[in-house]
């Protein structure tokens, strides 16, 4: 194990407050320092204006009102709702899209393309003992990612079983 360089630095009085209250937990003062900079290692392309946007998004998604929705999705959605296209084409459009989402998921695994969906705050994730357990807020949110995650298994090769419940879906993987 190398050696770690030591280093001081000056704080300014508001610095100096941030820092305080982020050690007053009893985290140390070097490794909150340590997170600090990975931070703004990761985050330092973005200007002002992509950090405010980055907080109205968290600010949205966190209450639980909002969710991010393909933009395919939502044309066909609006066409159905302006009489342009049939509802009955509703089906057939949401696989279509779900089969051009397998192909752009090829070489994810599947716990990134839930942790995606999960993002977009049609439901809430977690592990059970055979497999994924998706908790929806609605049986209509339910029905249309079941369909989209069947289609997108289907594209993708996967073997795969979905079980419902009243709020839930349980799914499996096979090799």
């Given amino acids: 194990m190398s050696v770690p360089k030591r280093t001081s630095i000056a704080l300014d009085p508001e610095s100096e407050r ?20 990975r931070l703004y290692y990761e985050f330092r392309n973005l200007e002002r204006k992509d950090l405010d946007r980055l907080k109205v998004y968290w600010e949205m998604l966190q209450s639980g009102e909002h969710v991010v929705l393909d933009l395919d999705h939502l044309l066909v959605l609006l066409k159905i709702a302006e009489g342009s296209e049939s509802p009955t084409k ?9 089969a051009n989402h397998a192909e752009q998921f090829r070489g994810m695994g599947i716990d990134q393309i839930l942790v995606r969906l999960e993002a977009c705050n049609f439901f809430r994730m977690s592990m059970g003992q055979e497999g994924y357990v998706l ?41």
């Fill in 135 to 175: 908790v929806f807020g609605s049986p209509e949110i339910k029905r249309f990612i079941r369909t989209f995650l069947e289609e997108i298994l289907r594209g993708m090769d996967r073997r795969f079983e979905i079980k419902e419940d009243l709020t839930k879906l349980r799914l499996k993987l096979f090799p």
């Fill in 90 to 98: 509703w089906p057939e459009s949401h696989k279509a899209v779900a």
């Fill in 18 to 37: 941030i820092f305080q209250e982020l050690t007053s937990g009893g985290e140390s003062q070097s490794n909150v320092i340590r997170r600090a900079l």
